[in-house]
């Protein structure tokens, strides 16, 4: 299938005058020689015309035979060889031409101008003899009438010529108006709702661009109400899960609370170890109230209030991470952390950074099997800088976070920064790599 190339309408609207222009000159010639053919064949044939020249010598008989003319009568005659208007009019006496006359006037000849029909003339013409009041004479009309259909079919030919060339015009214009409507009969559909319509146009032009642009508005949108619906559906599915999180530790609390309220506690030390449960719940709910606050607050309309400036990473990071690191050896983990060599300097905000590595380190203390290292690697991969922490999956503490909803803050902040945030788990091993772009190192000045 060849591809159409591109045409502007301005250049389609002078292709279509040159295509009516062509047209009209085309129709006016055709028009013209039909209608020169069919003067020539059929109203100038002999017979036609002797017919129309004997009408008009009859005509002006009975003209002279009701007013009484006489052949002097030259303002008479004129008269009527004006109204004929195609009629030229010769008056002969005795074989001398007396007078003519045609829509333009009379004349007579000189003085010293005699004209004489011969023989050879009186065989080519058609005289009629007209009895005026001083005698009779020999008349003969000429009979121009040819010109007036010449000019009606001159006139015929521009007409239509012209139609031909408006119809052009109108036919485009109406191609046009067609391509117009039915884009804005699609846009009203996808303004009624019904964004699945797909907005095609087969031209290559200013319209189809339009159509594509059109086209395009209605996928974006379309791709943002999915999106709006999904995270609808993901807010839906973490508050189920957020609900249950939060109601298994706090019927545990009230349990407690019910039974030190109620004095069902046999020593001290017993009272303390409830108190103690209760204690360790309410710490439970307050982490993830404080999680719940964090997500929506990331994750709402308004953009969140970043405090980016250039960080150098050797500080950033041992910053960061060295202090994460040393609770968790406390913790009685085991920790390897690989450096790079050179510090790498970063745009970032190190608040909402240390909220991320605070929240990988929690759930590193979480699911983490303390009996397996902690691996903390440190990469520079084409222009990004990139930290990996893995760790093994310690089988008692169950399954991942079940709303996730620390590493779904998490993701969103790195984004936010212009980072990334990838996890993963496979074959027992968690994996999360976060990743930030790297300002590139200014070159050091020539000496002079």
């Known amino acids: 299938m060849t591809k159409k190339h591109y045409c502007p309408?301005?250049?389609?609207?002078?292709?279509?005058?040159i295509l009516g222009a062509a047209c009209a000159v085309a129709i006016y010639f055709g028009v013209s020689r039909l209608g020169t053919y069919l003067i020539d064949r059929y109203y100038l044939d002999e017979t036609a015309t002797l017919r129309r020249e004997q009408a008009l010598l009859e005509s002006f008989d009975d003209y002279v035979q009701a007013?009484?003319?006489?052949?002097?009568?030259?303002?008479a005659i004129g008269a009527w060889a004006e109204d004929m208007k195609y009629a030229y009019i010769l008056i002969f006496r005795s074989g001398v031409l007396t007078m003519e006359a045609d829509a333009t006037g009379v004349s007579q000849p000189l003085e010293d101008?005699?004209?004489?029909y011969d023989d050879q003339m009186a065989y080519d013409r058609y005289f009629y003899p007209?009895?005026?009041?001083?005698g009779v004479c020999a008349v003969t009309v000429y009979d121009f009438s040819s010109a007036r259909m010449y000019t009606i079919s001159n006139v015929a030919s521009i007409t239509l010529a012209a139609i031909g060339f408006l119809a052009v015009i109108l036919l485009n214009n109406r191609r046009l108006r067609k391509r117009i409507t039915d884009i804005s009969h699609c846009v009203y559909k996808v303004a009624a709702g019904d964004l699945e319509l797909k907005i095609t146009e087969s031209g290559r032009d200013e319209l189809s661009d339009l159509a594509m642009d059109i086209d395009q508005m209605r996928r974006t949108l379309l791709d943002q109400l999915k999106k709006e619906q999904e995270a609808w559906q993901a807010n839906t599915d973490l508050l189920r899960a957020i609900s249950h999180d939060i109601r298994t530790p706090m019927t545990a609390l009230l349990g407690y609370l019910d039974l030190v309220q109620s004095h069902q506690y046999e020593t001290e030390a017993q009272l303390e170890q409830y108190l103690a449960i209760c204690d360790a719940k309410a710490q439970q709910l307050r982490q993830l109230t404080d999680k719940l606050f964090e997500y929506f607050l990331v994750f709402a309309n308004r953009e969140l209030h970043l405090k980016q400036e250039p960080l150098d990473t050797q500080l950033l990071f041992t910053q960061l991470f060295g202090e994460e690191i040393c609770c968790l050896e406390n913790e009685g983990f085991t920790v390897t952390w690989e450096r790079l060599e050179q510090g790498q300097t970063v745009v970032t905000d190190?608040?909402?950074?240390?909220?991320?590595?605070?929240?990988?380190?929690?759930?590193?203390?979480?699911?983490?099997?303390?009996?397996?290292?902690?691996?903390?690697q440190e990469q520079l991969r084409k222009g990004r800088i990139c930290?990996?922490?893995?760790?093994?999956?310690?089988?008692?503490a169950g399954a991942v976070e079940s709303n996730q909803i620390g590493l779904r803050t998490s993701r969103k902040l790195m984004q936010l920064?212009?980072?990334?945030?990838?996890?993963?788990?496979?074959?027992?091993?968690f994996l999360a790599e976060l990743t930030l772009p790297v300002q590139p190192q200014p070159e050091p000045a020539a000496e002079a």
Request: proline share 4%; hydrophobic share 45%; aromatic share 8%.
């Open 387 to 396: 930290v990996r922490l893995s760790n093994a999956v310690n089988p008692v």
């Open 350 to 376: 190190a608040v909402q950074l240390q909220r991320v590595v605070a929240n990988l380190f929690s759930n590193i203390r979480k699911y983490a099997d303390p009996a397996k290292p902690v691996q903390v």
């Open 67 to 75: 007013g009484n003319l006489t052949s002097e009568d030259s303002d």
């Open 130 to 134: 007209v009895h005026f009041q001083d």
């Open 113 to 116: 101008e005699d004209l004489w």
């Open 417 to 429: 920064l212009g980072g990334g945030l990838h996890t993963s788990e496979a074959k027992g091993v």
């Open 9 to 17: 309408l301005r250049l389609q609207m002078v292709f279509c005058f």
